[in-house]
């Protein structure tokens, strides 16, 4: 029998057909999707108000001004938003190791992994990327950034970079799961971590900054790769390396993961 | 080697569990502690299964029935010894062991929740790469097997647990596998859907020559697809032959049944080279009146208890 390949248009074309068919299902519950769509509305507006808020009293944090830090911010949400919506199913991953119910995605001729993401496609987060693409043109244009063709091609690699950071962090915190019962708090953890990544990495100190560069890298969700763009200037070694170190640490994380699923042994019938 | 759909040699398994202590005192001491024990799951079973055969794969809980059939899928490595799983070895080519087995978990679907059951068979033929007239061939068969009107647009998440594993075990087939792998296929199912699942196996099973490798306690299942069975307890294969071969063994065991003056039957099982049968109806007698009898060669069912309480083969 011929070996079938599977490339990456074969993965591509799946991919969109489960999500063309998830998709209409969801719609078919109407009530479940407005009401998450406005509970996602409701949970940024409410981190916008925070933002506005510490904004009234402290003029400026750390020499950045109201609208460079307004950029961060959407440039957080922005970066934020693939990790929401295509690797959502990293937050069931617990559950169905513990009941067993994992080793279904081990049935097909696919890459687990992948199988296991594309079940979930969160829609919840196309909310927060029109929030956060808002939130970015806004400061963008207050600040008064040019826009050239380089610009916006810098600012793409940039976001999937800074994207790329944010999956590798979830991927790898879920597949705690494979060795420890309770990772649902190191999920949890991770995820608020997040909220650090809406400040200039440079208000943490000594300690903090280099846990947060280098340990658990969430100055690359926003801080270092939007400093291209802010900064264009004056950018730090560190933010021209950020794409090569997210390939990296998105590769390390699903070698875990997969470390994870071949570790595992499936217990229990 | 080549019509051989499945070959074991002498493959164990053994998994490591920490020896856990009790108390606080004992579970600090674990999260530091090295201190191993070996389990063996799976002990020198060698077994080969030709294509287009239905075996029995039985045990009681606990036997490693379970862990032979990961084995088997590629989902665990053995310890050691040889498995070729269509002239492959499956743990080391998962993806390309996964073209060629179907898998069904009697309790848990494998199908997409919240989508009709057609729009999951596309899904599948894309997923396995099946060719459009084959995909097409194959849902007319099935077609022609059961019904599959009522369900075929109907949301798995909408189903009954019988339509979920007639759909699971028809997912498993779409892809023409030459091995399937049914875990406990008519499970919490009513008589009539035991009884549809059944001839859906093995209509299946004849028109595609389809090997297929059941686990199952359900004796029914046995009876009605198997003419060979493999048992195995404690890790260690302990029966591998034809059921008839095997009744033959316990051929002097009857089972009596008795009508008490309650109207209720009391079923005893004898051996008639050291029980009478006479014998055992008269001192009943004695006792209480016996309204009817009935004496029947033993049951499948029977027999397997025998084997499981440990009586030699």
Known sequence: MEKKKRGLRFYADIYRKILVQDLKTKMSYRADFIISTIGMIMVNLSGFVTFLILFRNFPTINGWDYYHMLFLYGFSLVALTPVQCFFDNNWNLRFHVTSGDFIKYCFRPVNVFFYFMSEVFDVKGLGQLAFGIGTLIYAWVHIGIPVTPLVIAKLIVFLLTASLFMIALMNAAAATCFWIRNSGYVMVIMFRFKDFAKYPSSIFSGVFSFLFTFIIPIAFVAYYPSLVILEPDNVPLLSWLSPLLGVLFFWLSYKFWMLGVRKYDFTGS | ???????????????????????????????????????????????????GEIIGYLGPNGAGKSTTIKMMTGVLEPTSGEILVNGKVPYKNRTENCENIGV????????????????????????????????????????????????????????????????????????????????????????????????????????????????THDMGDVDALCRRIVIIDKGTKIYDNDIEHLKGYFGSYRTLHMKLADDTWEQMLIDEKTTDVMQVITEKQKVTKIKDIRLEEISTEEVIKKIYEGEAV
């Open chain 2, 1 to 51: 080697m080549e019509d051989q759909a499945l070959v074991m040699k002498n493959v164990c398994k053994d998994f490591k569990v920490l020896n856990r202590h009790e108390g606080l005192k004992g579970s600090i001491q674990d999260l530091f502690s090295r201190d191993y024990k070996t389990i063996s799951a799976v002990k020198d079973v060698s077994l080969e299964v030709a294509r």
């Open chain 2, 104 to 215: 069904v978990f009697g309790q848990r679907s494998q199908l997409w929740w919240s989508l009709p059951l057609i729009e999951s068979f596309k899904l599948l033929r894309d997923l396995y790469m099946v060719p459009e007239k084959q995909y097409e061939d194959m849902i007319e068969l099935y077609r022609s097997l059961v019904d599959i009107e009522p369900i075929i647009n109907k949301p798995v998440r909408q189903m009954s647990l019988g339509q979920r594993t007639l759909s699971d075990i028809l997912a498993a087939f779409i892809h023409n596998p030459a091995i399937v792998f049914l875990d406990e296929p008519t499970i919490g199912l009513d008589v009539s859907m035991k009884d549809k699942i059944r001839a859906l196996i093995k209509g299946l099973n004849k028109e595609k020559n389809t090997t297929v490798i059941l686990t």
